[in-house]
């Protein structure tokens, strides 16, 4: 499996912009399927965004047009920018990684985004 640690959440206002980073462990990165997933309070845990070993990817609906996507291979990092945050926005982001056909195996600790009103 691999480790993986996010950050840059934080506390914006409605309108703003964030960018998570994912930095992963290991040498087979670019062989994983990374994915962003979130969990408001009082919610299950929600596909985001995901970027396959190509570079193709797959939004979520509710954050299409608004949030991107991102890989560095070479410093086995995936990126999440977030634009034009909402407050529905609000929750805990999670980074996975997984194999292709596969499901997301190794998950992150999570980072909290607040977005206020």
């Known amino acids: 499996q691999v480790q993986l640690v996010e950050s840059g959440g934080g506390s914006v206002q409605a309108g703003g912009s964030l960018r998570l980073s994912c930095a992963a462990s290991?040498?087979?990165?670019?062989?994983?399927?990374m994915g962003w997933f979130r969990q408001a309070p009082g919610k299950e845990r929600e596909f985001v965004v995901s970027v396959s070993r190509s570079g193709s990817t797959n939004y979520a609906d509710s954050v299409k047009g608004r949030f991107t996507i991102s890989r560095d291979n070479a410093k086995n990092t995936v990126y999440l920018q977030m634009n034009s945050l909402k407050p529905e926005d609000t929750a805990v982001y999670y980074c996975?990684?997984?194999?292709?056909?596969?499901?997301?195996?190794?998950w992150g600790q999570g980072t909290q985004v607040t977005v206020s009103s």
């Open positions: 290991g040498r087979t990165f670019s062989s994983y399927v």
């Open positions: 996975a990684a997984g194999l292709p056909f596969g499901s997301f195996g190794s």
